[in-house]
């Protein structure tokens, strides 16, 4: 008992002082590292044999090292390489020496000396070249440095003399890429005047003289090696690439070098004659072993005509390729490559006085015991002088008939540039362009029918030629028969038998081909457009009309007939006699189509009828300028708005979206600017219905309902800015600043949002973070933008940067909610272009300006797409087995879309919520024109049974990534180098009108 009292006493007085231990200092930890040229060095000593060491040296090539550890790392491959004994090894390192000196920020002089010093000891050839190929990676990395220059010309000229082909390859190289061309060449290929290379700058020890660059690649198209000729030649064209200007000395050089026995040194001769007749196209040359001279341009003309015939594939695809390019030569040598015998104004004929004197020298008269002895020689003796070889006649002849399709295709691509340069040329070269059409070939008979779409309008096509033409609408391939369609469009016919020809196989391509309907009635529009006098003695026959008896009336769900009335009806419109021969059915007909098909149907002034309000308006020449001044007029009314909360401010905004969209209908040129500003307007009026100021004045669940209203806004703009930026091709980057501006109005009206609903400091820290880092990166990005910015939300959040970062997240959504709410309104500037020149076409109606006009977001384009097939009017479903697949096939045409390979998806929904997004293969896509594509593929099918037969819908969707900095507006040095940033949006945006079709999956039998 005592002692339990004794601990109890214990218990109450004993008092246990903890003193406070004082607090190291805490330790500072330094992350660094690890170095690679330490990591390198312990590999390459641990290697045992060369194969070790060329493991650790390929394992090393394909990691990345930073700009300071470069020449750490180039000094230990060094050390290695003196070391190394095995030639391939030492070849892998002075190649990863080359590597290392592409690395950003890194100066590559710094390692020049000790690269150079390699050279003393190397005794490999291929080591030799693979160092001559690092000096001149590091050569182009210092272009400006004329020092290095001299350098490594200097080892280039003391290795030219090497036994081996590669080093004198890569020497020339050298020369071609860094060389410079100081002094011209005499006729012996010699300079005039030797340049001292070595000595003359300071630095360069060695005072070696050299020729200049010309010269002595020259020397070396003599040269035993074909590799090194070909090096040689292609050095040459370096320096011509360059911009340095190449003497005319070498032209006799070049030719001889089109009759070597290899073939790369005849192609590359090929490109050499053809940049000596671009520079030099004037210059008179004289033809060998006569007094005769002729244009250099026509002598090479003849040189490079004659190539077509060579021995290689490869050579005469150069050749044929080359003479699309030689637009300056004369036109009886262009002539003369389209006839296989020479024409006598190409040889050289002997005038009566020579032949007089000739005469008169040989002693003798006519006896008359020889017939026809003094009868006049009107043929010319073969063996008189050529203008042109004999082998370069009918050059093209030769190419469109070779047996390789290569060929065939490069000579047709060259007949189109020489067309479309000479009339005269592509008139007589017509019947060759559709004789190509029956190729075997279906790429050479594709690139012959759009060759002769690009020079229909200087040709016109005679009966004969038509039948031809018209022939390959028997063609399986539906891109054969639609580049017809289109090349049809364009071609003038000579006679109305043409047009009834054109029509009625037209019609039987219809009845053969029913999905190529669309495509024939746009050939038939542009048809009657181009001639109305031809269609109108054939309009009786084409509608059977008769003067005195009533016919039948045709049924208008014949296509055929349809096709008939689109040509009549694009007809009339240039020929107001032709209503008159309509009969009363037919203006019911009119009226139907106008409706149903008004992008085939044109407008016309019928007799008795009061024509559609509006028409003529809209179709007048100044209907474009009008239209323009009322969209700037627009928008000058709306920059009239300072604040978003002004009293007035959203009545005006919705008469100006209403007013905009309303002119994108009216004005298809301007439809793409139109919509484009009624969207941005529409976001700033979603932004000022969102901050009305009840909403902010009143507790969070006092207005539950105007707080969805904003959340619901917010979403909506961001999705908006999405399809502004991406939706329309020709922004520049002040209207893709104002679009990021947008959706940072929006996100940080998100931000406010969420701090009012949601309770606690925590969620907000990285919603906080995050906007931050968009707000700088909008800085980075568009810092060119920024002084047009002032007034702005991201100008005031900007002058505001210091403190915002500081501040806590409740502070910072104070601030936001106040910058919103205070801000001026952000102007929209539309990109401007001055419109110098339009053609006048009355058949496509396209607008005529006048020099000099400013036009206002002309070049703003939206994208569209439309789905031809399926259309989605057939009640008959589609039945296949559920479980199984069924094709459906894809019919679109798409309208200013930016690399659809990549973007353009196909979506498909089913009636119980399910969704298929399907990519398109890059093969399924076409190019008729620029800014139109043609999406022709086929989307598989399949579901669970079915009780009874559905809708899908398919659409059309476009892709499109955040982090894609590589828009063309883009493209400035202010955004060079940046990285996309973490968590970049991604999403689709549905554009085009979806279409459904009835689908039924019925059940497996058993």
Not at 239 to 251: A, D, P, S
Not at 427 to 435: A, Q, R, S
Not at 474 to 495: K, Y
Request: overall charge neutral.
């Amino acid at each position: 008992m005592a002692a339990h009292l004794k601990k109890r006493v214990y218990e109450e007085f004993s008092k246990v002082v903890q003193l406070p231990q004082e607090e190291a200092p805490a330790k500072k930890l330094r992350l660094t590292k690890p170095s690679k040229s330490a990591a390198l060095h312990i590999d390459l000593c641990k290697a045992s044999n060369p194969t070790d060491a060329l493991q650790y040296l390929l394992h090393f090539a394909r990691s990345s090292v930073e700009a300071e550890s470069v020449e750490g790392v180039v000094r230990i491959l060094l050390e290695h390489y003196y070391k190394e004994q095995d030639n391939s090894v030492r070849l892998k390192i002075a190649s990863l020496i080359g590597l290392l000196s592409k690395t950003q920020n890194f100066n590559p002089e710094s390692i020049l000396d000790d690269t150079l010093n390699t050279f003393n000891t190397e005794k490999s050839h291929q080591v030799l070249a693979q160092l001559l190929d690092t000096l001149l990676v590091i050569g182009t990395q210092l272009p400006e440095s004329l020092i290095v220059r001299h350098r490594l010309i200097e080892v280039a000229y003391k290795h030219l003399s090497d036994t081996y082909f590669g080093v004198r390859n890569k020497c020339l190289q050298l020369l071609g890429c860094l060389g410079n061309v100081d002094t011209p060449l005499n006729k012996d290929g010699q300079g005039l005047v030797p340049a001292v290379i070595g000595g003359s700058a300071p630095g360069v020890s060695g005072g070696v003289c050299v020729r200049d660059a010309q010269s002595l690649i020259s020397d070396y198209f003599a040269d035993q090696d074909p590799r090194v000729r070909t090096a040689a030649i292609k050095a040459m064209l370096q320096l011509h690439e360059r911009g340095l200007k190449i003497q005319q000395t070498i032209y006799d050089q070049a030719c001889q070098l089109l009759c070597d026995d290899y073939e790369q040194v005849r192609s590359a001769a090929v490109q050499m004659v053809w940049v000596l007749s671009q520079l030099y196209p004037e210059s008179i040359v004289p033809i060998p072993s006569s007094n005769e001279q002729v244009r250099l341009v026509d002598d090479s003309f003849g040189k490079i005509s004659h190539m077509v015939s060579d021995g290689s594939w490869v050579v005469r695809v150069q050749a044929a390729k080359t003479l699309g390019n030689m637009l300056q030569v004369s036109p009886h040598f262009l002539e003369q490559t389209l006839d296989k015998k020479l024409m006598s104004d190409l040889r050289r004929k002997r005038t009566a006085h020579e032949r007089a004197k000739e005469l008169y020298a040989s002693g003798e008269f006519s006896s008359g015991r020889k017939w026809a002895d003094d009868a006049p020689k009107e043929k010319v003796d073969t063996s008189a002088v050529n203008l042109i070889a004999s082998g370069a006649c009918g050059a093209f002849v030769h190419g469109l008939e070779d047996e390789m399709y290569e060929v065939r295709i490069a000579a047709v691509d060259a007949l189109s540039a020489l067309a479309q340069s000479s009339a005269s040329f592509a008139e007589k070269c017509l019947d060759f362009l559709v004789d190509m059409f029956n190729d075997e070939i279906e790429e050479v008979r594709l690139q012959s029918i759009h060759v002769l779409r690009q020079i229909s309008t200087n040709i016109t096509l005679r009966e004969d030629q038509l039948d031809t033409v018209l022939a390959v609408l028997e063609d399986s391939s539906r891109d054969i028969r639609e580049a017809l369609h289109e090349l049809l469009c364009f071609t003038n016919v000579s006679t109305k038998e043409c047009i009834q020809l054109a029509l009625l196989e037209l019609l039987k391509n219809l009845t053969k081909y029913p999905t190529d309907r669309n495509s024939v009635w746009k050939c038939l529009k542009f048809l009657g457009c181009r001639h109305p006098t031809l269609v109108l003695p054939l309009v009786p026959e084409l509608l059977s009309t008769h003067p005195y008896f009533h016919t039948p009336e045709p049924d208008m769900d014949d296509p055929a007939y349809i096709a008939v009335l689109v040509l009549v009806f694009n007809a009339a419109q240039s020929c107001p006699t032709m209503t008159a021969l309509f009969s009363d059915h037919t203006f019911r007909h009119y009226t139907y189509l106008r409706d149903s098909l008004s992008h085939l149907v044109p407008p016309l002034r019928l007799p008795g009828r009061t024509q559609a309000p509006g028409v003529s308006g809209i179709e007048g020449s100044g209907s474009v300028e009008s239209a323009q001044l009322f969209l700037q007029q627009s928008l000058s009314r709306i920059s009239t708005i300072h604040n978003l909360q002004d009293p007035g401010a959203q009545d005006l905004l919705n008469f100006t979206i209403r007013d905009l969209q309303r002119l994108g209908e009216l004005q298809t040129e301007l439809a793409g600017a139109a919509d484009f500003s009624a969207t941005y307007l529409r976001c700033q009026l979603l932004l000022t219905k969102a901050l009305q100021e009840k909403l902010w004045t009143m507790a969070v669940p006092l207005c539950l309902k105007h707080n969805a209203m904003a959340t619901a806004a917010a979403k909506q703009m961001l999705e908006e800015t999405y399809k502004l930026e991406f939706l329309y091709s020709g922004l520049e980057n002040r209207q893709v600043a104002t679009i990021h501006h947008v959706r940072l109005q929006a996100k940080a009206l998100q931000l406010v949002l969420t701090a009012r609903t949601r309770r606690g400091v925590e969620p907000l820290i990285s919603v906080c973070e995050k906007f931050l880092q968009e707000v700088e990166s909008f800085q980075r990005l568009f810092v060119v933008e920024l002084p047009h910015l002032q007034e702005s939300f991201v100008g005031k959040l900007l002058d505001l940067s210091p403190k915002l970062s500081a501040c806590k997240p409740g502070e910072l959504v104070k601030i936001l909610q106040t910058t919103l709410r205070q801000s001026g309104f952000l102007n929209l500037q539309l990109p401007k272009q001055v419109q110098r020149h339009r053609d006048t076409d009355t058949h496509t109606r396209t607008q005529v300006f006048d020099p000099g006009v400013v036009c206002i977001g002309w070049q703003v384009q939206r994208a569209s797409a439309t789905i031809i097939e399926p259309t989605g009017e057939s009640d008959n479903p589609l039945r296949f087995t559920s479980g199984l697949v069924v094709a459906l096939d894809i019919d679109a045409t798409l309208e200013h879309v930016q690399d659809p390979h990549n973007t353009v998806k196909v979506q498909v929904l089913y009636p119980d919520g399910q969704s298929h997004v399907i990519q398109p293969k890059p093969g399924d896509f076409r190019s008729p024109g620029p800014h139109r594509h043609r999406l022709i593929t086929q989307v598989y099918l399949s579901h669970s049974a079915w009780t009874e037969a559905c809708q899908i819908e398919v659409r059309l969707l476009l892709a499109y990534s955040s982090s894609r900095l590589c828009k063309a507006v883009w493209s400035d040095s202010s955004t060079e180098g940046l990285q996309p940033a973490e968590g970049a949006t991604e999403g689709t945006i549905p554009f085009g009108k979806p279409v459904k079709v009835f689908i039924m999956p019925k059940p497996a039998r058993r």
